[in-house]
């Protein structure tokens, strides 16, 4: 275990910060995070990743900024690799209230993690900074551009020997977990390829505004009592997540209550994102990238707003990439944001396997559509 800095803030509980965030610029850029979701454990919950064979807890001491300095933070990590030797890893960044948890799902149905492994991948989970396990810095000092720089010290270390060798690095996302993965790729060109989920540059407003009212102090929610979450940390309000992540047709049993035990905190900083900052990474991107979307996700996807077959995603997608980018889409039918909450799930790790094996192979795939 890495050592942590701890830093003290000040906490006042009044959600002044909500009322700021309501001005129509912070709307528009916590929007977009907002897609970003929720965690919590059930009944069938999967083990914690450490407790799995083949995976062991590899925390690392990060910082904030790019240039080396005093203030240094835990990174909660946790490194699975398959039963065959591998030079690939996948690097799985959670989004907005969302630990690693996301991506083991409440049993094998929607455990991604395991069907990577299957697949042949290694992979990296973490709890991004600033939730879950990880260190709590002040929270005006965790964005996404912190965020992305914490990243690519994680892709730094399974290159060069700290965690491991690996030759190939995928960044995979959720939501906001998305956004910076392409932060990441867009700024330090250091990973093969990114799957990003739960993410379109083109938000449903109204449904974001209505996120952004459910967020207030963590600190004056029942989940943190004894957790003291320093002031500018966030959360959504008990009860309000389904509409958001979840489409009551194919929601697996229990996500609900999943969702509310084990979601965690966003921070103020993060919320100061914006639409363009979005899109400057988009189009800075050079590897290949694999969209996958709800067609029921009720933050990006409506009327007039389509996500129901894959030339749609391309369709609304295409013009915010590079021209000629290698940029494909998948979409899993009557599903919400929450995509590993749903019992469609194994649609959604089929379709990313496949791509990803057709990167690597050249080979087809019927669930994924080229949008060149």
Request: hydrophobic letters at 35%; glycine letters at 8%.
């Amino acid at each position: 275990m890495l050592s942590t800095t701890d830093s003290a803030v000040t906490r006042d509980g009044r959600p002044t910060h909500i009322r700021h965030l309501l001005t129509p610029l912070a709307v528009a850029a916590a929007l977009i995070l907002a897609g970003l979701a929720l965690a919590t454990p059930a009944a069938h919950a999967q083990p914690p990743s450490a407790a799995r064979s083949g995976c062991a807890r590899h925390d690392l001491s990060v910082t904030l900024t790019s240039s080396p300095g005093p203030a240094r933070y835990r990174l909660a990590g946790w490194l699975c690799r398959p039963d065959r030797t591998t030079t690939t890893v996948q690097v799985l960044i959670p989004g907005l209230t969302y630990t690693h948890r996301y991506w083991t799902g409440i049993g094998t149905r929607t455990d991604y993690t395991t069907a990577a492994l299957a697949g042949g991948d290694a992979v990296y989970l973490i709890d991004r900074i600033s939730t879950g396990a990880s260190d709590r810095p002040p929270a005006d000092q965790v964005t996404t551009t912190t965020e992305a720089t914490v990243t690519h010290q994680a892709v730094r270390a399974l290159r060069d020997g700290t965690l491991g060798r690996f030759t190939r690095v995928i960044g995979v996302g959720h939501s906001y977990g998305s956004v910076i993965a392409m932060a990441e790729a867009a700024t330090y060109h250091d990973v093969d390829a990114l799957v990003v989920t739960g993410l379109l540059h083109d938000i449903r407003i109204d449904e974001m505004t209505r996120f952004i009212t459910d967020l207030y102090p963590a600190a004056a929610d029942p989940k943190f009592t004894d957790t003291a979450p320093p002031d500018g940390y966030l959360t959504t309000r008990p009860g309000s997540r389904p509409g958001y992540f979840l489409d009551p047709h194919t929601a697996v049993r229990g996500a609900a209550g999943w969702d509310e035990q084990t979601k965690t905190t966003a921070t103020t900083g993060e919320l100061t994102f914006t639409p363009d900052d979005e899109l400057a990474y988009s189009r800075a991107i050079t590897v290949p990238v694999l969209i996958v979307m709800g067609e029921a996700d009720a933050l990006f996807c409506g009327t007039g707003q389509p996500c129901k077959t894959p030339s749609d995603i391309c369709q609304r997608e295409h013009t915010a990439f590079p021209p000629g980018a290698a940029l494909a889409a998948a979409t899993i039918p009557r599903t919400g944001h929450s995509i590993n909450l749903h019992r469609t799930a194994p649609l959604a790790f089929t379709a990313i396997y496949t791509w990803l094996n057709h990167q690597r192979s050249a080979s087809a795939t019927s669930l994924v559509s080229s949008c060149r």
